[in-house]
């Protein structure tokens, strides 16, 4: 899943939903999420 569809879960914009875990990271397992960027992208 991605954050915008676990957004829409919890009827809230993709951008708090995603300020709302790196203000309670702790919270949630390691493995939770990861962010892709361009050294992680597959040619």
Excluded: C, H, W
Excluded at 2 to 11: F, H, I, P, T
Excluded at 13 to 34: G, L
């Amino acid at each position: 899943m991605l954050d915008k569809d676990l957004a829409e879960m919890y009827g809230v914009e993709t951008k708090v939903f995603n300020q709302s875990i790196k203000r309670n990271i702790e919270r949630f397992p390691k493995d939770f999420m990861f962010s892709l960027n361009k050294k992680n992208r597959i040619t």
